[in-house]
């Protein structure tokens, strides 16, 4: 029986980086996971409606929340950005019933279901990188990434605040190393793992973004990595899509292909490249690809 | 007893030294010491030229902030035993905070700091004559404030701070906790020009998110929470004319005309004069299928409640 889900892929795995919820999805049957559709969720606000308008911020989270209660499945999600904006909102009304009450007041009035309180929401990579997950990737048998050098970048918000997150040590993060580890990969390590990517204010102030992004990217490179891998398709962005830009404003070369989480793991299960769709990555993928013979 | 290595920044321009480096300590120490004791007695017993800034030993006077394995801590409450345990390591290296030039050893240079502190008016600015008594204020009023009232200026937020990091003229969080703390307060008559001047360049809509500043917050002051409400504020106040408000609207408008993420709008509301220089980037998006070739909303099932929960839900900020 597989274990099911909640599915809240999020608005840029959705739209921007369609790659990342067509890999996950050829990946869940691979790895027992059904994932379930959430018709009714909206937008998580991504820290701007938080920023703007904190209770209706509240509200639309804890109305995603009260479907997968409906449904009767914790939530997945396959982005920082999201899984803290929904683990905090969970967080928030369960610790303070008044809370609760009130935002369950207006769900109500606008015909919602209200929330009881009995969902929890975890990233696709806190599923895996468990003794659980990573046996269940080896009893699928990697094929194996032969020896790649991946450099872990975890980015902000699956760490940070560790209040709300909790997962794991937010210093000394190692799941994605697990991860690596258990793929038959080989982890570049670096300081920059854990910094911020700058996406969520590349809009707003790019050369401030584009010189945080450059702390993490030229610390892959010098590690020696072949290939950065994240949990986040908002890092992913900042990291690949704008690579080119934050070479220019730096006046220095990266080349540094960026892998989804899904796509390191389904590389090395071998699943067909073209599911992956590298195509959609702005930095060649082809020593990657080259590497692990796929 | 327990013994430790203490690996310690030493730079000492005065003398000449005009390199920084780090000098290894051997302490024979009790087991329940803190890093701040530890220091001192390498002072008293083996190094009369090493300089650290502290004063209260009780985390109240915020002096003593530094990193210890590369993580900014006060001094006087962080145990050396568990550092090690932390870090998994035997040995405890010491560095000064982040984001500040050295002077000597842990002792930078908070001019800087302290002149955003200054910058962001913190101290309360009422309107009118001053009453006969004490302005009172009812104690829910005050709850409001309360976290943010913590804040010992220890520069633990600032010290690993990812935007400062990136641009060092960024306010930065500390001051802007001291900032909501005055514009958050109901005897303030302030709270529109401090959201003007906390807005602009180097201001809140600088913040990248990181979230290290409440992950490092000593006091659980949680600055990012801060910030949050300052742009809140903002929009109460209708100063929203920043680019990174604007992106906050773009989500906004998202979100009433469909429920998700209108990629389209968000780029083009957010910056539509400088968006511009960024068309050759626009367009290999649109290449790659990174954004959508025509503005089409993306609308959720039951969107009539979102639409409701928008009109009726009201900000209590």
């Known amino acids: ?294 | 007893m327990a013994s430790t290595t203490f690996r310690v920044f030493r730079y000492q321009p005065d003398s000449g030294e005009t390199e920084s480096y780090h000098q290894d300590f051997n302490l024979d120490h009790e087991e329940k010491t803190t890093i701040l004791d530890a220091l001192l007695r390498i002072q008293n017993e083996q190094d009369g030229t090493l300089s650290v800034r502290y004063s209260c030993r009780s985390a109240i006077c915020g002096s003593c902030a530094c990193k210890v394995n590369g993580k900014t801590v006060l001094a006087c409450m962080t145990q050396v035993e568990e550092a090690k345990a932390e870090s998994g390591s035997a040995m405890v290296q010491v560095d000064p905070i982040g984001n500040f030039a050295p002077i000597k050893d842990l002792v930078v240079d908070m001019t800087p700091f302290w002149e955003k502190f200054k910058a962001v008016k913190p101290f309360l600015i009422p309107d009118g004559p001053a009453p006969e008594k004490e302005r009172l204020v009812p104690k829910a009023a005050m709850e409001k404030v309360a976290k943010e009232s913590a804040c010992i200026l220890c520069a633990a937020c600032y010290s690993e701070c990812n935007s400062l990091a990136a641009d060092p003229e960024f306010v930065g969080p500390a001051a802007f906790a001291w900032g909501y703390r005055f514009a958050a307060d109901e005897r303030d008559a302030q709270r529109k020009n401090r959201a003007k001047l906390y807005s602009g360049e180097h201001g809140v809509w600088d913040c990248t998110r990181c979230m290290f500043c409440n992950e490092r917050c000593p006091k659980g002051v949680d600055p990012r929470d801060a910030i949050e409400k300052l742009g809140a504020i903002a929009f109460q106040e209708k100063v929203t004319k920043d680019k990174g408000a604007r992106h906050a609207k773009a989500f906004l408008i998202s979100m009433r005309t469909g429920g998700k993420l209108n990629e389209q709008l968000v780029g083009g509301f957010t910056d539509p004069v400088g968006g511009a220089f960024n068309a050759p980037l626009a367009l290999r998006m649109l290449q790659k299928g990174k954004l959508p070739a025509s503005p089409l909303t993306h609308k959720v099932k039951n969107r009539d409640q979102v639409t409701k929960l928008i009109k009726n839900v009201k900000e209590t900020i």
């Not at chain 1, 929340?65 to 999201?82: F, H, K, P, Q, R």
């Not at chain 1, 769900?107 to 046996?135: C, F, M, N």
């Not at chain 1, 220095?252 to 796509?263: R, W």
């Open chain 1, 1 to 294: 029986m597989p274990r099911q889900f909640a599915y809240y892929p999020g608005c840029v795995a959705e739209f921007s980086s369609k790659e990342l919820n067509a890999t996950t999805k050829a990946l869940a049957p691979l790895l027992d996971i059904e994932l379930l559709p959430m018709p009714q969720a909206t937008c998580c606000g991504a820290g701007d409606i938080a920023e703007a308008k904190p209770n209706l911020y509240l509200t639309l989270n804890v109305r995603i929340l009260s479907e997968a209660e409906e449904m009767g499945a914790d939530i997945l999600t396959i982005c920082n950005v999201c899984t803290l904006n929904l683990r905090r909102a969970n967080k928030m009304v369960k610790e303070d019933p008044r809370l609760l009450e009130q935002v369950n007041g207006e769900l109500v009035k606008a015909g919602a279901r209200p929330y009881q309180g009995t969902i929890d929401v975890t990233h696709l990579l806190w599923y895996l990188a468990t003794e659980e997950g990573l046996s269940l990737l080896e009893q699928r048998g990697p094929r194996g990434l032969n020896g790649l050098k991946v450099a872990p970048y975890y980015g902000c918000q699956l760490l940070r605040p560790s209040s709300v997150m909790g997962f794991e040590d937010p210093d000394r993060p190692q799941s994605l190393e697990r991860l690596i580890t258990a793929l038959g990969g080989e982890v570049a390590d670096y300081d920059g793992k854990t910094r911020c990517c700058g996406f969520p204010i590349i809009l707003a102030r790019e050369e401030v973004a584009l010189k945080e992004s450059h702390v993490a990217l030229s610390g892959a490179r010098d590690a020696g990595a072949q290939v950065m891998v994240t949990p986040c398709p908002l890092c992913h962005l900042a990291m690949d899509a704008y690579q080119r830009k934050t070479e220019q404003l730096m006046g220095e070369e990266y080349s540094m292909p960026v892998l989804h989480l899904p796509q390191l793991i389904g590389l090395a299960l071998g699943m067909p490249t073209q599911t992956m769709e590298f195509k959609r990555h702005f930095t060649s993928m082809d020593e990657v690809l080259a590497t692990v013979g796929a």
